[in-house]
């Protein structure tokens, strides 16, 4: 089976849409013949394996990037088109090229038709959907939601499509080692510096609590204006420390230096980072915009509705919780992954959708 996945972007700073595609494609090649087609980037990641064609995706040239779409596509005769994320007319325009040479099309939103998203710049959004967004996504054959939460925020938009469930994964052999000895007294965030994150309700809560003895580390690339503003914002805070974006090892590195990673965001359709601090044997702090229940079914996290109240108390936990007891949630956290987020159970789970469509 010949697949082309379409996604606007694989630069580093695309965060987990990024990952996701560089660890499915790894899984996929196996099953697969599979190529990218993705916009020309500043700093585009690497897929070994992987036949990648980039596009200039200027939207002033739509007219002229509309014949490439459709030349490349004539030229590489898939048999499935996977559209990777909305909003992005390009994501829009390669899509009805694929329709109109009549090839199947999948559609993974990734998070991008949850509630917050939908409120963030929401005239952009209103105007994208009344143009051109929900035309598009009726008219694809099928859609990929990442778990239940995901799915019923697409069946509330009233979207009709057929919906299948395949979660996110990540590559186990990439986690090389895991968290052996507790006691860092570390608290990590990793992820992409973004209003949706929830980092100012995290410096929040932890201005509030007593955290003598104990660090927070924030890692993570976005806006540097944004960056720089919340870097402004905790000057007060002495155990606070902002250290850039982490990658391949490092992040492992990273993580693994943390008695526990914290993910405060308002919306999530995954959260990959969570998946990779369980597989390190990182307990996780994640919120109720995330679908990781699993974290309080396997007792490896704290699963919290998001405000500063709730955060705060939970970091009093975390703060209180033993060594050994962090050290049993961290085992419990690698039996999770192995057993559900393994990206070669997720590959497999994701030709067989293919195979239906």
């Not at 049993?328 to 956290?333: H, K, L, R, S, T």
Request: net charge neutral.
């Amino acid at each position: 089976m010949k697949v082309i996945h379409y996604i606007a972007s694989i630069d580093k700073s695309g965060g987990g849409t990024t990952e996701y595609m560089r660890l499915l494609s790894k899984a996929l090649k196996e099953d697969t013949s599979l190529t990218i087609a993705t916009g020309i980037s500043k700093d585009p990641i690497t897929i070994d394996g992987v036949s990648i064609s980039f596009f200039d995706n200027n939207i002033l040239r739509w007219f002229s990037l509309i014949r490439e779409f459709r030349v490349f596509l004539k030229n590489e005769k898939p048999d499935i088109v996977h559209i990777n994320g909305i909003w992005s007319p390009q994501n829009w325009g390669f899509q009805k090229v694929a329709q109109e040479l009549k090839i199947k099309v999948l559609l993974s939103p990734h998070g991008m038709l949850e509630s917050w998203i939908l409120e963030h710049n929401p005239f952009k959004k209103k105007l994208a959907l009344l143009l051109f967004q929900n035309k598009a996504i009726r008219k694809v054959d099928h859609i990929h939601a990442t778990a239940q939460m995901e799915k019923d925020s697409i069946r509330k938009l009233d979207f009709k499509n057929e919906i299948t469930i395949v979660p996110n994964g990540i590559d186990l052999t990439e986690c090389k080692s895991f968290k052996v000895v507790y006691g860092s007294k570390k608290v990590v965030f990793l992820s992409r510096i973004h209003p949706k994150k929830g980092i100012e309700i995290l410096l929040e809560a932890w201005r509030n609590c007593n955290t003598k003895g104990w660090t927070l580390e924030i890692a993570g690339s976005g806006d540097e204006a944004y960056t720089a503003n919340l870097i402004q914002s905790c000057q007060d805070l002495q155990n606070v420390y902002f250290v850039g974006a982490f990658y391949q090892e490092a992040k492992w590195n990273f993580l693994r230096s943390a008695d526990v990673m914290v993910l405060p965001t308002y919306s999530e359709n995954f959260g990959i980072v969570v998946a990779e601090a369980l597989a390190a044997g990182i307990p996780v702090i994640t919120t109720t915009g995330t679908p990781w229940q699993d974290l309080d079914s396997y007792n490896c996290g704290w699963w919290i509705d998001l405000s500063v109240e709730n955060l705060q108390s939970t970091l009093v936990k975390v703060f209180n919780t033993p060594v050994n007891q962090l050290q049993e949630m961290g085992i419990e956290g690698k039996k999770l992954v192995k057993e559900k987020y393994d990206i070669q159970v997720v590959g497999k789970k994701m030709v067989e959708l293919y195979n239906t469509i």
